[in-house]
């Protein structure tokens, strides 16, 4: 046990982060490059925010971390943590020293700065939560970081192949890793946890019932996303809570676990993993929606209304641009106005 001092409260901008600070208190839930996206986003704007980030990552830096360590994987941690960093010069320089990642011949080639950097300080603590609040005081972070579970879990996959079998039916197989069911080929059928009902972060489910809005999506839908729906003490949370829900949709299908999947087949997967999850809005990238009429209709029935806008980074990478998605968050939150972007 360290002799550290516990961590001061969080805070957004150098500023205690009281219960009292203007704008709505949001959760934000996913992990990835998705999550990362909603944060940079919703940062501007939310009185209190918070990231519930996935804690299934098998591969990379992550995932050798996790099995020399027995650790949380770090990684999508680290990307919330980065995404929560400020514009000036401290937050983009710590944000740069979180994501860089060294080059070596050795054991150290591709490990990330900032998963080490958190890994140290989980043993120094011997704490989880108490760890990232350290890290995203010393980042100036603006919003707080938290596991969905406080002990690290596996995918697996039911996939359906294009092949069949003898009495005619696809042929099913299960694919176990979270790396392995995001690049699957085939049909992903279902998914579940490894352990099955691992136990939430305690601090994700007091900040869900507190929230005035929670954010889900967008991210890998099986790896990222449905996760949150598999931790029965999480997806309790997010059916009881007093909060909105938003779900912000992917701009198109990934190669591999969402081949093929229509924005419509997004929401009916949500809505069958948690059939009784309350959905206010859903928001989908316009040039991703070519049956708009479909989409719409299908929101509806799961209570929702449908928002559609120019969500996506016009680069390439398929991804959103935070400018565009935080500008529809502002009109969603009741915020006329959000600071500059660099």
């Known amino acids: ?82 995404a929560l960093c400020g514009d000036d010069d401290w ?17 150290l080639h591709n490990h990330a700065a900032g998963n080490l950097l958190i890994v140290a300080l989980w043993e120094l603590l011997d704490g989880h939560v108490e760890g990232l609040d350290w890290v995203a005081r010393l980042l100036g972070a603006q919003g707080r970081v938290l596991p969905m579970s406080l002990v690290p879990m596996d995918i697996e996959a039911i996939v359906g192949s294009a092949d069949r079998g003898a009495d005619g039916h696809r042929v099913l197989s299960t694919v176990s890793g979270q790396h392995a069911v995001a690049t699957v080929q085939g049909d992903v059928v279902a998914v579940r946890l490894v352990p ?50 938003a779900v912000t949709l992917n701009l198109s299908e990934e190669g591999g676990e969402t081949t093929g999947f229509t924005p419509e087949m997004h929401l009916e997967v949500l ?15 316009r040039a991703s929606s070519p049956d708009e009429k479909l989409l719409r209709r299908i929101a509806g029935e799961m209570g929702g209304e449908l928002v559609v806008a120019d969500v996506g980074a016009h680069d390439g990478t398929g991804r959103h641009d935070p400018e565009r998605l935080g500008r529809v968050f502002a009109r969603i939150l009741g915020r006329d106005a959000i600071a500059p972007w660099r």
Do not use: N
């Open 196 to 245: 099955e009902s691992p136990p939430a972060c305690p601090e994700a489910l007091e900040a869900i019932a507190d929230a005035d809005w929670v954010v889900l999506g967008p991210g890998s839908w099986f790896t990222s996303v449905i996760p949150h729906l598999m931790v029965p003490e999480l997806r309790a949370a997010l059916v009881e809570t007093r909060a909105r829900v």
């Open 271 to 285: 809505g069958a993993y948690a059939p009784e999850l309350p959905v206010d809005l859903v928001i989908a990238e």
């Open 91 to 107: 937050g983009r320089t710590w944000a740069r020293v979180l994501q860089h990642r060294f080059a070596s011949g050795g054991e």
């Open 1 to 82: 046990m360290s002799e550290l001092p516990p961590a001061p409260a969080v805070t957004v901008a150098g500023r205690p982060h009281p219960s009292g600070l203007a704008g709505p208190k949001v959760v934000a839930l996913g992990g990835g490059h998705g999550l990362a996206a909603s944060l940079s986003a919703l940062r501007r704007m939310a009185g209190r925010l918070t990231a519930v980030v996935t804690v299934a990552d098998d591969g990379g830096s992550s995932g050798r971390l996790r099995g020399e360590l027995g650790v949380l994987p770090p990684g999508d941690l680290r990307m919330a943590l980065a």
